[in-house]
Structures are given as C-alpha cells and as structure tokens.
C-alpha cells in the first residue's frame, strides 16, 4: 500500500490574537478534508448559539469550556491531517504574551514551525517572540506567512516590505531554512491552492511546502546515542540469558557487531544483535524504539547511555543551559531542583544567573537575581551525578532537559545545553 | 534504508513503545486499562512489542459495565489466556449492588458514567499509580488537550487548566502520595493510522468490527443493537440491518454504521470516504458539548 511509505511531520503554528491561525488551520484541515461533517454541524451550531452569522472555525481547535468561553486558546492542542503524501501532526500554539511556556513546548518536537503575520500590521512583537523561539528550540524549518493579504489588495510591495523586515531580524537567529509565502487564509490563496490573486508571487503553495520539505536530515545521524530506558529480562526456559537493553536511538546508527562503550561504567564490548520489535535488524537509527544485547555480561540499567567507543559525549556535572522558566514562583539562585535529561534524573543546584534575554530585541540583560514565568535565561547548573550530554545544538535530545520542583513535582523550566 | 527514515506508522509505534516503556520504568504499580476496543486491543499489541521477548510485565484492568457485547468479553478472555497476564475486573454491577453508585433509569439510562467510581475504586484498591489507556487526541475536543502523561490528584481528577508542560520526549510522572497518573502511548495516531497498523501487524479483532447482520433500532439516528439492555420507545421497532462498529463501547450507547465491509482493506476504504467521525455515533458524548471534558476532570478515561 502507498500510504506505507508516507513520512510524519510535525509542525506548530504560532501567531498573535486575530492574526488569523484557527483560520490557517480550519483551513488545511477543511481543504485536506480532514473535518467530519458531524464536526462542522457541531460548530455550525455552536456558531448560531452565540449568535454569530458566520461559522467560526476556531471552535474546531478551541477544545477546553474555559476556552470556549473566553475565546482563546489556553493550551497547546494537537490536531492531525493527511495527505497523500505525508501525515502532519500540528502544534497549535496560543500566542498571547504569557503564554511563551505553550510555544516552547509545541515547537521542542516540531520539524517545522509556522509564523504567521497579518499583512496589515507587518512585524509584531509577537512575530519577533515567535522566531526567536523557533530559532531557539531550533526547529530546522520555518515558513513565514504573510496572512490577510486580501486586505491590502494582494499589494507585492506590502509583501516585500514585511518580508525585509523580517529577514533583518532572523538574521540575528539561526534558522537555517525559512521560507516566505502570501496567503490569504480566509479565502484559502496560496494555502492548498494557488492563488490568482497574486501572480507576481512565483514560489509554491503552503501545502506545497508542507508536504516536500526535505526532513530526512533532522535527526543527528552521526553521533551514536542510546540511552537505556529499561534491561528486558523473560527469564523463560528459551530466553534463559537474554539481556536486552531497551531504549530509543537518540542519535547515529548502531548496527552489530560495533565496538561500543557504556557511560558511566566506562566498560566496552561489542553490539550482538539488535531487535526491533523482536526482530533482528542490520541497523537503528533515530528514532527507532529497539532492544540492544551486548557479547559481554555488563552491568547496565535504566540511565545509563551506550555509545560509540571513538565518539562520547560530554561527561560532566557542571554545565550551562538556556532555561524557559514555566513556574509561577520565580528561579533563584542556589536553588534545588530536580533535572531529568534523558533516562537520567537527579538533583541539581541552579548556581548562578548569568544573564536573561529580551525576547524582542534579543538584548542581553545582567545582573539581575530572578528569573520570572515565561522568561528566558542562562543559568548555570550543578548536578548530583554526571549527566552525558550534547550541545542542545549537536543534538535536541541528549542536549535538552527539564527541571522539576521537588516539592510540587510539577515542571518548572525547560533548558536546552550550552556546554 | 539508506536514507535513514521510517515511515509514519513506524515512527507512531516507536513513540508508542517509548512511552510504554517510560511508564514500566517510572511506576510502580502501572496497569493497562482495557476496554474491547481496537484502540486497547491495539495498545496490548504495542506493550507486547515493547517487553518482547518478555511478557507484558503488567497487568490489564476491565471496567465491566455489564453491558458489554459478549464478543468483547470472549475476546478479552482469549487474549488474556494467550499473552499470560493477569486480568483485573471491576465490575460496575457490583458497584451497584453494594450502592456505591445508582443507576440511570428511562430509556436512554447508560451506564457509562458509573465506570468512572468502579474505575477510581480499581484504581486504589490495587494501589495503582498509572493507568495506561488507548484515548487518542483526535478522538474529541477534550482529548486533544490531553498529554501523555496525564496528572491525577488524589480524587482522580484532571485540571485541564493546569497541566504540566510536555517537553520532548521527557515525560514528567513524579507524585505524591495517593495520586495517580493516566498514560495515552497513543496519543498522536488518527482513527485511520490504528486501522492501517492493525493491517499491517495483522492484528486480531473482534468481529464486531466487520460487516454482520444483526438486530438493530434506530434512536435519535443512531444505529443501536436490540438487547436486554435496552427498553424500546414507543414507535420504535426492531429490524435486521447490515452493520458493523466503528468504536465498542456498551451495547447500549454505541451506534453502528451500515455496511458491508467484511476485510480490513474494505474497512479502511470505507473509513477515507467516511464523513463523520467515529465518535459521532456514541450516545455519551452527545449529552453536552463538553461532555467528555467534564467526565473526564471527574475521573474517566
């Protein structure tokens, strides 16, 4: 069947209040036929009830009574749709100023991100918060829409201004692949379909894009990375000594018979056989779930980290990281917490408060003693057992992780590693 | 291979087995909530896969409302017997009897919100810490709100407002005393990739999925099987249709469609052309627009 060879994407969307997002989304969905009839009826109706005389097709993504009420969304939702050629997961983000925690969370999975601009108002505050989390959290494609272009009659040079603005400010980020397209989201110009309303725009659609964006390369397929997450032992009479180290692949690709080496034991030995879902493969690469055996009886469990004998990762228990701060009670220093970096967890101090960033002029800000919800900062932390780690850079997911309050258990920051 | 990618199905089920795996390692006490349905069916699968060559090291929890179609309950006692776990029930007909909770009564009386105590009860009778199910985000509004690891406080409920954020794959299940946790592996998968994976895998189902001829009454245009659970209105007559389920729930509450898709291709073909959702034929669910929101901040699945 075709459909096995379909690719997944994974892409948020973020944009300011009444920018027009629930209708790119309505839209993508509608125009992909993604959305039931029972589902449409469903928010017919709703729209009549309040009183509307046009159906508003953010009830389709507004989920949560508090939402429906108020009219915005709180939290991140997570819609689906497919095409032909690739299913897409979406992250659809708020975009209100406090909820800078929702942003990062959508796009710390996302392959892609896109940022929508209403014609009429150019760059945004907003605009500026959402590339530079983008850049952040370096999702490795962007797609800057120029939406409501109906309501500046299609103007090209209205486009081209925007469009300067907004490279001169990503050229402070580091995003590697940005494209630029006009839409018209509520009529639907250039979202599936091409637009003849603007035939001075040459490039493709947006669903063009979506849907042939080169993603293969995302992942870090270099630097071999296994974190064990549990040891697999049947103790039956026909598994008697299977020993099967159970984990995602976080990075290269493992194949039997390579020489590897175990953190933090420092033992080596060599890969025997790898499983994936009970059977044996030739090679595993992120982010492939699988079952590693060794030729030698190791002592390994949950946190530990197989790697390549020649290519380890940072071994340290001092290390800097960029943290969101998602708590309401503000970070101090000399705080203790509790960080979980990939099958690893442990206790940690916040040392040190090097600097936090203005998120709209990406300015430094020094000496300063808090860091409050929402904000962005360096810190430097100190861990109670060495963590094996990437630059956040090198590799999202042995360079990313969480910091938990002790006390409520709830997650309170979201840091990707520096050094 | 050589271009290091897998395909959607593949890169849905490896993120499946992670999230088993996280909640076998985080939890002490984790269970499989298992309802009948192909989504449960379709998680037991996936937690196979994930401990294989081992046994699924936890056991599978039913809430039996009584109400079940009994291919369900043959099925989930074949299953069982195959794989080697252990079975939990709670039954909500004991729930009944012992007063725990009271029964809906007139026409459209369901049982489907009395699960919610008989669940709860389970849950801290066996003292246990997470509950894995098969809820998917696509399912309803509600549900799309829903992360993987979703926080309960001591009386079983869900605060939707106040969610701890989900970063990565890094999934936060430290608790309190007394609290528990509800997992959803399958969070990000679409009625559509659940059926193509069954095909794929080969998976069995109940027969109460494919085309069958059966006693039927139409309420309220839903497609209800006759039983005696359910009481006949006035006008309403009994008739023999050509249907099969596209979600199993109690006999009472869940719709079929008309058809006559009797493989898993016809099945799936008939799902691309489909226009409503599968929930669209579910009783439950029509009681008020955020009926699954609220059964679901008291304790539901």
Redesign the interface.
């Known amino acids: ?1 075709k ?6 994407l994974r892409f948020t969307t973020a944009g300011s209040v009444d920018d027009g997002k629930s209708t790119l989304i309505g839209r993508l969905l509608y125009d992909s036929k993604s959305i ?4 449409i009826d ?1 928010v017919e109706e ?1 729209s009549k009830n309040k009183g509307f005389d046009y159906i508003d097709l953010s009830l ?7 939402e ?1 009420e108020q009219g915005i969304t ?7 749709f ?1 095409t032909p050629k ?2 897409f ?1 979406i992250a659809d983000t708020p975009g209100h100023i406090q909820y800078t ?2 942003m ?2 959508g796009a ?2 996302a392959n892609l991100a896109i940022i929508l601009i209403d014609a009429r108002k150019g760059m945004q505050e907003q605009t500026h918060r959402h590339a530079f989390i983008a850049s952040l959290l370096r999702i490795p494609h962007a797609i800057v829409c120029v939406n409501k272009m109906d309501l500046v009659n299609f103007d090209e040079k209205i486009y081209d201004n925007i469009v300067s603005e907004f490279k001169a400010f990503s050229s402070k980020l580091d995003i590697k692949d940005i494209q630029f397209i006009p839409i018209s989201a509520l009529d639907g110009d250039n979202v599936v379909n091409r637009s003849t309303n603007m035939e001075w725009y040459e490039g493709s659609t947006l669903m063009y894009h979506l849907e042939n964006v080169h ?2 390369s995302d ?1 870090n ?1 270099l630097d071999c990375r296994f974190p064990v ?2 040891v ?5 009479l ?2 008697q000594d ?1 020993r ?1 180290f ?3 692949i976080d990075g290269g ?1 493992f194949k039997p018979g390579d020489k590897v080496k175990i953190l933090p034991s420092g033992f080596t030995s060599t890969i025997k056989k790898i ?1 994936l ?2 059977i044996a493969v ?2 595993a ?1 992120t ?3 699988v ?1 590693i055996t060794l030729d030698d009886e190791i002592d390994i469990s ?1 946190g530990d980290m197989i790697v390549r004998e020649n290519n380890v990762p940072e071994v340290s228990q001092d290390l800097e990281v960029l943290v969101t701060w ?1 708590s309401q009670n503000p970070l101090q220093p000399r705080t203790k917490v ?1 960080v ?2 990939t ?1 690893r967890e442990c206790i940690a101090m916040i040392k040190e408060i090097i600097y936090k960033v203005d998120i709209n002029t990406l300015h430094r800000i020094e000496n300063i003693n808090f860091v409050e919800m929402n904000d962005i900062a360096r810190v430097s932390i100190r861990t109670s057992k060495p963590l094996f780690y990437d630059t956040y850079k090198k590799n ?2 042995t360079g ?3 910091i ?1 309050d002790e006390q409520t ?3 309170i920051g ?1 840091a990707m590693i520096i050094r | ?1 050589t ?13 499946a ?2 999230v088993i ?2 909640i ?2 985080q939890f002490e006490n984790p269970v499989l909530l298992f309802s009948g349905g192909k989504d449960s069916i379709l998680l037991t699968h996936l937690a196979k ?7 699924i090291p936890f056991p599978l929890v039913h809430i039996d409302t009584g109400h079940n179609f009994p291919e369900t309950i043959d099925f989930r006692d074949n299953l069982v017997k195959k794989l080697g776990v252990k079975l939990i029930v709670g039954s909500v007909q004991n729930a009944i009897d012992n007063g725990r909770v009271i029964e809906e009564s007139g026409a459209n009386a369901s049982r489907n919100s009395l699960q919610i105590v008989s669940l709860l009860d389970t849950l801290e009778e066996h003292k246990i810490d997470a509950a894995m199910g098969g809820a998917r ?2 399912e309803e ?5 829903e992360r993987f690891f979703s926080h309960r406080d001591e009386f079983g409920q869900w605060d ?2 106040n ?8 999934f ?1 299940g ?3 005393f007394g609290e528990h946790f509800r997992v959803f592996p399958i ?2 998968w ?1 009625e ?2 659940v059926w ?1 994976y069954i ?2 895998e080969n998976i069995e189902l109940p027969s109460l999925y494919f085309s069958h001829e059966r006693e039927c009454v139409l309420r309220d245009g839903v497609i209800l099987a006759n039983s005696k659970f359910i009481k006949l209105k006035k006008g309403e007559e009994v008739r023999t249709m050509t249907v099969r389920y596209r979600t199993c729930g109690d006999m009472p509450i869940t719709g079929a469609v008309e058809s006559t898709a009797n493989s898993l291709d016809q099945v799936i073909k008939e799902i691309s052309y ?4 599968e929930r ?1 034929g579910r009783a439950d669910d029509k009681r008020a ?2 009926a699954m ?1 609220d059964r679901k901040k008291q304790g539901y699945f």
């Open positions: 069947m459909s096995q060879n379909i690719q997944l039931f009839q029972d589902q469903a709703s389709l993504t507004d989920g949560l009574k508090s429906r709180i939290d991140v939702a997570y819609r689906y497919a690739r299913k997961i925690r929702n990062v969370t710390s999975t993603i293969s992942y397929h997450q549990t697999i032992r049947p103790h039956t026909e598994h299977y099967g159970a984990g995602r690709i499983d879902n009970g030739e090679e690469f982010p492939m779930s079952n949950r998602m509790v979980k970096h099958t999202r997911q990313s992780l969480i938990i258990n709830e997650t979201a | 291979m271009n290091y990618v897998i395909t959607h199905l593949r890169e849905l089920e490896s993120e087995i992670f795996r996280e076998a390692a896969k994930a401990f294989f060559p081992a046994k985000r696509d509004k509600a549900r799309a709100k939707p407002k969610q701890r954020p989900e970063l990565w794959n890094l936060n430290r608790k309190h969070s990000n679409t559509m990739d193509e095909k794929l489909t226009r409503t959702t669209g627009e955020t929101e």
